[in-house]
Nanobody, 124 residues
Framework: QVQLVESGGGLVQAGGSLRLSCAAS????????MGWFRRAPGKEREFVAA???????YYADSVKGRVTISRVNAKNTVYLQMNSLKPKDTAVYYC??????????????????WGQGTQVTVSS
């Protein structure tokens, strides 16, 4: 059974940093793309970042330059380093698996498995 567990969320002041982790289990994910999405209160889930099987990365314009996605395949873990956080980054952050590595990373429909999410709150 595939399981994704996010951690690392919390409360941080604007301008601060957080590193989110997503530990995957149930199969080997080295050949899959992994992504991070977020859902702010009252809004739809939106794409944040993705990394494909070869390590190529993709970012939403809203976070580009402030966020870095990375993966350690030996640990079946993907990370999201977030710097210069802003109050508008407040959301529940979810990691997800794109097992087909379809080449399309910005849409929730491309992802097969999802974690439960971790809350990130940025205070002004």
């Amino acid at each position: 059974q595939v399981q994704l567990v996010e951690s690392g969320g919390g409360l941080v002041q604007a301008g601060g940093s957080l590193r989110l982790s997503c530990a995957a289990s149930g199969r080997t994910f080295s050949n899959y793309a992994m992504g991070w999405f977020r859902r702010a209160p009252g809004k739809e889930r939106e794409f944040v970042a993705a990394i494909n099987w070869s390590g190529m990365t993709y970012y939403a314009d809203s976070v580009k330059g402030r966020v870095t996605i990375s993966r350690v395949n030996a640990k079946n873990t993907v990370y999201l380093q977030m710097n210069s956080l802003k109050p508008k980054d407040t959301a529940v952050y979810y990691c997800a698996v794109n097992s087909r590595d379809s080449g399309i990373y910005g849409y929730t429909d491309e992802y097969d498995y999802w974690g439960q999410g971790t809350q990130v709150t940025v205070s002004s």
